[in-house]
Every structure is written in structure tokens, then in C-alpha cells.
């Protein structure tokens, strides 16, 4: 049953999501069929300029879309009259969150990687070709003269901090919804303020956290040391440690949304 749950939201992503990253191939597309043109004229900057503007556009359209897309289904699936049908399947919540969180990150991806194609079309050509050539030097410098196979490492490592960072917010999302319909009324509404309220707390005790720092003068210099000694594996430990309290995190968001939906569900 879980499989055709995931097949089911896979097929209602697939059909909102796959025509927005279509749309943004076309216009990468005509972008460059504009650049067979390039000329000095007015006419040509202003066509150009405005390819540039439409696929910008186009990328935050795309981004935004799955974001709103992830957050309306989550909701309207579990917490509206549709969550009556949801919750008669035999599907735990666990599997119900599980689910919905991996096709979320997956079509994140696929907007990723449509985002990436659409500027490798813009860009196609010789520019395109300095890009990679580019790349390829400073690859090759920075293994061979600076970081060596520790620059091996942080490439996987730095792939799955981007999966649990996109994981965390969608979670955050989940739990923020799912404290706001505890509310009896307005329970949109109420979520969007648990969101900001989490917000505002983390930029306070950021800021609280910066002003302690200031006004105490503690000595990190063992910290310091730590660090030199260890060269470019505290590199690694830190990125771990971000992987580690993300992760806990996430941890968190899920146990609040599962609580709630196991012991709190209240539909509309």
C-alpha cells in the first residue's frame, strides 16, 4: 500500500510540476536561439535582457511552486475532509510523513537539476565551454596543491548536507502545520504564525548568542589550536556536526508532526 500511496504522489507532482520545468527548458531555449543573433543593436540587448529576466523568473517560479506545492498537499491530504479517505488506508502516519517527505525532496531535486539544465542551455556554446574548462582547473588545482582527497570527501558530504538541509525545511513546514491546526479556527493562519514565531526565535537567540560573545571575552584559543592541528579534517568534524544537529532537527520536526497527527488529529 505504501508503494501505491508514493506512486500516487509521485503522479500528482508529476503533473503540476514536470509542464513548470518544461516552461523553464522552453525558455532557456528561446534564450539561446536569441544569442544566434547577438548583435551590437539596441533591439538585441533588449531582446536578451528580457530572455534573462523571463528565466530568472522562470527559476523562482519553479521553486516556489514545488515549496507551495509540498505545503498544500501535506495539508489538504491530512488535515482537511480529504484526510477522512487518508487515514482509513492502512498506512501508518509514520508511513503517511515518510512518504510525502521523499517525493517532496525528490521533485526539490528534479526542479535542482531542471534549474542546472536550463542554465547550461543558456549559457551553451563557447561560454559554456570556458565554464567547464574553468572548473576543471580549479578542480585539479585544488585537489592536486590545496585539499587533495579530502576534496573527494566534502563533495558527498556536501551533496547530503543539501538533502537534509531541503528535508529539515520541509519538515519544519510539517510540524509548523501541524501545530497550527490544533487551533479550531483559522488554522492556516495559525500555522504561518508558528512558522514566524520560529523564525523570530532563532533570530533572537542568534542575536543573543553574538552579544554574549561580544560583551564576554572568552578565550577560544584552544579551539583555534584544535583546528591547525587538525588541518582540513576540521572541515569534516564541522560538517558533520551540522549533518548531526540537523538531522536532530529533523528529528524533532517529525516527532511533533507524528504526535499530532497520532494523538491530536483534528480535522476539518
Known amino acids: 500500500m505504501v508503494k501505491k500511496l508514493f506512486k500516487y504522489e509521485f503522479r500528482s507532482y508529476l503533473r503540476t510540476l514536470i509542464p513548470v520545468n518544461l516552461i523553464l527548458l522552453a525558455i532557456a531555449l528561446m534564450g539561446r536561439i536569441v544569442q544566434f543573433f547577438e548583435s551590437d543593436s539596441i533591439a538585441y540587448g533588449l531582446v536578451f535582457g ?3 529576466f523571463m528565466l530568472c523568473a522562470a527559476i523562482i517560479v519553479a521553486y516556489l511552486l514545488t515549496v507551495i506545492m509540498v505545503v498544500v498537499r501535506f495539508y489538504k491530504n491530512l488535515f482537511t475532509s480529504e484526510g477522512y479517505l ?3 488506508l492502512p498506512v501508518t502516519p509514520v508511513q503517511h510523513i515518510l512518504t510525502k517527505l521523499l517525493t517532496a525532496v ?3 531535486v528534479i526542479t535542482t537539476a531542471a534549474v542546472f539544465l536550463s542554465l547550461m ?4 556554446g563557447e561560454l559554456l565551454v570556458e565554464i567547464f574548462k574553468a572548473a576543471g582547473y580549479l578542480f585539479a588545482d585544488l585537489f592536486s596543491e590545496v585539499m587533495g582527497w579530502h576534496l573527494v570527501l566534502f563533495i558527498p ?3 547530503l548536507a543539501l538533502v537534509i538541509g531541503v528535508a529539515y525545511q520541509f519538515l519544519l513546514y510539517y510540524a509548523c502545520i501541524s501545530l497550527g491546526q490544533r487551533a479550531n479556527k483559522n488554522r492556516v493562519l495559525m500555522a504561518v504564525v508558528c512558522y514566524f514565531a520560529y523564525y523570530m526565535i532563532v533570530q533572537v537567540l542568534s542575536t543573543v548568542l553574538m552579544v554574549l560573545l561580544t560583551v564576554i ?3 577560544f ?3 583555534e589550536t584544535f ?4 588541518g582540513l579534517g576540521a572541515l569534516h568534524i564541522l560538517i558533520w556536526f551540522y549533518l548531526i544537529a540537523s538531522a536532530g532537527l529533523c528529528t524533532l520536526w517529525f516527532f511533533i508532526t507524528h504526535k499530532t497527527i497520532k494523538t491530536r488529529l483534528n480535522l476539518e
Open 157 to 159: 558530504e556536501y551533496l
Open 227 to 230: 583546528f591547525e592541528s587538525l
Open 217 to 219: 571575552e572568552l578565550d
Open 121 to 124: 542551455i543558456m549559457t551553451s
Open 221 to 223: 584559543s584552544f579551539l
Open 86 to 88: 487518508s487515514f482509513t
Open 106 to 108: 525528490l521533485f526539490q
Open 50 to 52: 528580457s530572455s534573462v
